[in-house]
């Protein structure tokens, strides 16, 4: 391993403006990767704030007995995923009314009676706010004698989880597609490494050294070079980043385990894309 390593090294200082095209050929690739990763981890987070919003609305019927009000919080509350039942009188109902609804103000001295409801807000726990909990909850509070109806938006929860679902599908596709783009343009500058260095590898077959011999400084130089096109697709993302943030718009950096991911993945890149590489070089000559 120390000599693959000394070797690796020597190569980059033979021709440095090949490794540094090679990683700034890896860097740019993850570029992409990085620019996707931040817009689908905003999207992510925008998605989530979205979905913390989501609850149901139990409205009761005029006049329904306290026994079976309470009844109906205790059956709501003891549903898995259920993260409180508050209950909201009619007083509560019209003064909610009159401070977010401004119109309201101006008819509300006109009103004889309460034309508000009291209802119960089902809240849910964090994972638990999908489309069966929810129905759950439904199912389970029109069955209630004190319940008059029950709301929800069932068309906006239902689009709100489908595009998640589409969000993380279109993720792992487009992402996918990024990695193995970053993955060939690794091979194709450690083969076109390798394809200069061939007198090399032609007299280190002559004296018998093994492919395995051969291959690990290729395989340590493909680590560095994806290591360094990792660190340097980093610093572009950061800096974009900082540019949208600061002249566009406001949006949440990725989390560092993803950064780290992605300088590994480079890594990992390197290795595989240049061992698979040498490898092909060497079953050709």
């Given at each position: 391993?120390?000599?693959?390593?000394?070797?690796?090294?020597?190569?980059?200082?033979?021709?440095?403006?090949?490794?540094?095209?090679?990683?700034?050929?890896?860097?740019?690739a993850?570029?992409?990767?990085?620019?996707?990763?931040?817009?689908?981890?905003?999207?992510r987070?925008?998605?989530?704030?979205?979905?913390?919003?989501?609850?149901?609305?139990?409205?009761?019927?005029?006049?329904?007995?306290?026994?079976?009000?309470?009844?109906?919080?205790?059956?709501?509350?003891?549903?898995?995923?259920?993260?409180?039942?508050i209950?909201?009188?009619?007083?509560?109902?019209?003064?909610?009314?009159?401070?977010?609804?401004?119109?309201i103000?101006?008819?509300?001295?006109?009103?004889?009676?309460?034309?508000?409801?009291?209802?119960?807000?089902?809240?849910?726990?964090?994972?638990?706010?999908?489309?069966?909990?929810?129905?759950?909850?439904?199912?389970?509070?029109?069955?209630?004698?004190?319940?008059?109806?029950?709301?929800?938006?069932?068309?906006?929860?239902?689009?709100?989880?489908?595009?998640?679902?589409?969000?993380?599908?279109?993720?792992?596709?487009?992402?996918?597609a990024?990695?193995?783009?970053?993955?060939?343009?690794?091979?194709?500058?450690v083969?076109?490494?390798?394809f200069?260095?061939r007198?090399?590898?032609?007299?280190?077959?002559?004296?018998?050294?093994t492919?395995?011999?051969?291959?690990?400084?290729?395989?340590?130089?493909?680590a560095?070079?994806?290591?360094?096109?990792?660190?340097?697709?980093?610093?572009?993302t950061?800096?974009?980043?900082?540019?949208?943030?600061?002249?566009?718009?406001?949006?949440?950096?990725?989390?560092?385990?993803?950064?780290?991911?992605?300088i590994?993945?480079?890594?990992?890149?390197?290795v595989?894309?240049?061992?698979?590489?040498?490898?092909?070089?060497?079953?050709?000559?």
């Amino acid at each position: 391993m120390p000599r693959a390593l000394s070797e690796a090294l020597s190569a980059f200082r033979r021709a440095p403006l090949l490794t540094g095209l090679s990683a700034l050929m890896v860097g740019l690739a993850l570029l992409v990767l990085g620019l996707f990763s931040l817009v689908a981890y905003n999207l992510r987070q925008a998605l989530t704030a979205v979905e913390e919003r989501v609850e149901v609305v139990v409205f009761l019927r005029e006049g329904a007995r306290t026994v079976d009000v309470d009844a109906t919080i205790e059956t709501l509350r003891a549903i898995p995923g259920v993260e409180a039942v508050i209950h909201v009188s009619k007083e509560e109902a019209l003064q909610r009314a009159l401070t977010e609804l401004p119109e309201i103000q101006e008819v509300s001295s006109d009103l004889e009676v309460n034309p508000f409801p009291a209802s119960l807000e089902v809240r849910f726990l964090p994972g638990s706010r999908n489309a069966a909990a929810i129905e759950e909850v439904s199912n389970a509070a029109l069955a209630m004698p004190a319940v008059e109806d029950v709301r929800y938006g069932q068309e906006w929860v239902d689009r709100l989880f489908s595009l998640r679902r589409i969000g993380a599908i279109t993720a792992l596709a487009l992402g996918s597609a990024f990695a193995l783009v970053a993955a060939l343009i690794i091979g194709t500058t450690v083969r076109i490494a390798v394809f200069s260095r061939r007198d090399e590898i032609s007299i280190m077959q002559l004296v018998g050294a093994t492919n395995g011999y051969i291959r690990r400084p290729f395989l340590l130089e493909g680590a560095m070079t994806g290591f360094l096109g990792g660190l340097l697709a980093t610093f572009l993302t950061w800096g974009t980043y900082q540019a949208v943030y600061h002249f566009l718009f406001s949006l949440d950096w990725i989390p560092g385990q993803w950064v780290w991911g992605g300088i590994g993945a480079g890594l990992v890149f390197g290795v595989l894309a240049s061992g698979m590489a040498v490898r092909r070089y060497l079953q050709e000559i």
